[in-house]
């Protein structure tokens, strides 16, 4: 025999291309949609956003940044202003739109007052950053002004840091400590508007004309008087608090042991000479500096935010970029960013809308699909359905969170006890007669019954005198360990409850002692102050009730118009499946939003003739506060209910 003949035979099995396949599913967002979105956001604030901040600068600069006599068409050929311009911008600008960009979120702040608005915000670290921001960027742009001039300059502006003194070298220049202090002041109330705008949160807007751009001619006037009536607020307000500093902490600053050997070197000589409100009036000069170079520079940042919140919420269409469009932007409808699904939402609706032969294409390949498990209809009926769920139910709640359920930790089931024989634990046989004098002996002794019952009497007759208005004089005298609870608890009494009592005494005195010295106009101006600022507003508690409802009425629109279109362009009829979830979606979404609509009407009640006859001004001015209000809430309501 051969030696092949005793190898083991190998077999191998046949494949079979009867095998199931499993389809695969629809790309996550992360992987096909929002690297695209991305994309086309990186390019709008390269050449939209920063081309445009950086042409704004130059034209101001080279307007209102001269400090001689030299003419604009001069600073416009001279390369210094180009140089000045572009540094300018990215030192004060750029930074500003980088922190934008950074912190920019989609869940609106949840606040009903500015009071609310103002501490939500102070608790975000967020805002301290952005603080720092503004600050840097100021004291740079500030860095930058000082450079441009020469130390001959400077002096003849009298803007140098120490004043010329031989005694007192390190004396500050009170005219440019005047002159920073102004600008940073200036930027930490520029961070507050953004704030009361609740600046920070993404603005879903719709397409616009170029009328509407932060650089037509229009919107350029409003701009410049706005921020000039802003400047000029706010200068004159630090300038108040400036002249109040000056007048009251200063002296007190000076006064403290440690902290007026640190600082008495540099601003002694402040506290020496007469201090009025008007002072800052005689340095006319100053102020307009002041002012012009604060213009400048909040003008700078308020067209680079306006060129933010136009260009950045504008649609983009993305899919027809891919292979297959309809699975790059379903995909995009999956991402838990709602500024993404804002994007993909849109372009759905378009193409639902989309009355042309490419339109009816594509909608007809996205109901037909078959090769994803689950289909693409699936997929976009089932997120959208799911959204508006979640809203809704945010809508029942009014905007609360939602609670978590409690936790109760399940009862241990007692163990039986096993089946015994009980046993008998005293005495089986009787007792002894004790004589009479044994049994007078046990009745006295210490430990008897008799003596226990004495003890029990006496500690409750003790326990009622102590919680008795008796004199010391007439109570016995209690023992050391019933005294000793009552002077621990007396120790045990917290330090802080005793200062944050005694802090809301001071602050309860100086209030009483303010109110009682003001004048009477200022008694009212701070409680009108007060009123606005922690009174709620019902077009903001109907905001918070509807914090999605862009997106809710994009995601109407696109569900409406895709069913309308289902029924000529939907072959195996996938659609007709999801009607009605989608009906029931709607009409409850539309049940819950009339009611509530009816809830904020009857707030307001119009003024009735008796009220117009007397002509009480409080009275007329709340119901026509009332009435602003709620028209302003039903604004917001008509959002969802009119795609409804």
């Known amino acids: 025999m051969s030696a092949g003949m005793g190898e083991t035979m190998r077999t191998r099995a046949i494949t079979s291309t009867l095998t199931a396949r499993l389809s695969p599913t629809v790309p996550s967002a992360s992987q096909t949609y929002e690297p695209l979105v991305r ?78 608005m103002l501490t939500n915000a102070i608790a ?100 410049l008087l706005k921020m000039a009536l802003f400047t000029s607020f706010s200068l004159m307000v630090y300038s108040v608090v400036f002249g109040l500093s000056r007048m009251l902490a200063l002296p007190l600053l000076l006064k403290l042991p440690v902290v007026s050997s640190i600082v008495r070197p540099f601003v002694a000589h402040f506290a020496k000479g007469t201090w009025t409100l008007t002072l800052p009036v005689l340095h006319w000069s100053l102020l307009v500096r002041s002012f012009m170079m604060g213009l400048v520079t909040v003008m700078s940042w308020e067209f680079a935010e306006s060129l933010f919140d136009a260009y950045v919420p504008q649609p983009i269409k993305v899919g027809a970029l891919t292979a297959d469009p309809n699975v790059t932007v379903v995909s995009g409808i999956t991402t838990q960013d709602t500024v993404f699904a804002h994007f993909a939402y849109s372009e759905l609706a378009e193409l639902a809308s989309d009355e042309s032969s490419a339109g009816s294409t594509r909608r007809t390949a996205l109901f037909g699909d078959q090769k994803y498990s689950p289909t693409l209809w699936n997929v976009l009926a089932r997120q959208s359905l799911l959204r508006l769920g979640q809203d809704y139910q945010t809508f029942l709640r009014r905007g609360a969170p939602i609670t978590p359920p409690v936790a109760v930790a399940p009862a241990i089931p007692k163990p039986k006890d096993p089946p015994s024989t009980p046993l008998i634990r005293k ?32 500690g409750e007759m003790e326990e009622r005198a102590s919680q008795m208005h008796i004199p010391e004089l007439f109570r016995s005298v209690a023992p050391s360990s019933v005294a000793a609870p009552a002077a621990n608890a007396v120790l045990a009494k917290p330090t802080s409850s005793i200062i944050s009592s005694f802090i ?141």
């Open 124 to 223: 975000k670290p967020s805002t301290r950053r952005c603080l720092a921001v503004y600050m840097s960027c100021t004291l740079m742009l500030i860095t930058l002004y000082m450079s441009s001039f020469t130390s001959e300059e400077r002096e003849n502006l009298h803007l140098n840091i120490f004043v010329k003194s031989r005694k007192h070298p390190y004396y500050l220049n009170g005219r440019l400590l005047f002159l920073v202090l102004a600008q940073l002041s200036l930027a930490a109330s520029f961070l507050l508007r953004n704030i009361m705008l609740d600046r920070f949160v993404f603005r879903w807007t719709k397409s616009f004309n170029s009328s509407e751009l932060p650089y037509s001619p229009s919107n350029l006037l409003k701009l």
């Open 504 to 644: 809301a005494q001071v602050e309860s005195h100086s209030r009483d002692l303010f109110v009682g010295r003001c004048p009477a106009w200022l008694k009212e101006s701070a409680i009108t102050w007060n009123e606005w600022f922690y009174r709620e507003r019902l077009n903001k508690v109907v905001e918070v009730c509807l914090p999605n409802r862009e997106l809710d009425a994009l995601i109407i629109e696109a569900l409406s118009r895709f069913v309308c279109a289902s029924l000529s362009e939907d072959r195996y009829g996938v659609v007709q499946r999801d009607i009605p979830r989608i009906l029931e979606a709607f009409v409850s979404f539309l049940s819950a939003i009339e009611e509530y609509q009816i809830e904020v009407n009857a707030k307001y009640t119009p003024p009735t003739p008796d009220e117009l006859s007397q002509g009480d001004t409080k009275i007329l001015e709340e119901k026509e506060m009332m009435r602003l209000e709620v028209a302003r809430a039903g604004d917001v309501l008509v959002v969802v209910s009119d795609g409804l």
């Open 427 to 458: 005495a089986i046989f009787k007792a002894p007669r004790q004589s009479p004098l044994a049994s007078m002996l046990d009745s006295v002794s210490s430990d008897s019954e008799l003596s226990k019952a004495a003890t029990a009497v006496a």
């Open 39 to 116: 994309s086309a956001l990186r390019q709008r604030l390269i050449h939209n956003i920063f081309a445009f901040s950086v042409a704004f600068t130059l034209v101001v600069g080279i307007l209102l940044g001269g400090e001689d006599e030299t003419s604009a068409f001069a600073r416009l050929l001279s390369p210094g202003t180009w140089t000045m311009a572009c540094l300018k911008w990215f030192v004060g600008v750029l930074p500003v739109m980088a922190m934008r960009k950074i912190y920019l979120t989609s869940a609106a702040t949840p606040a009903t007052s500015p009071a609310k």
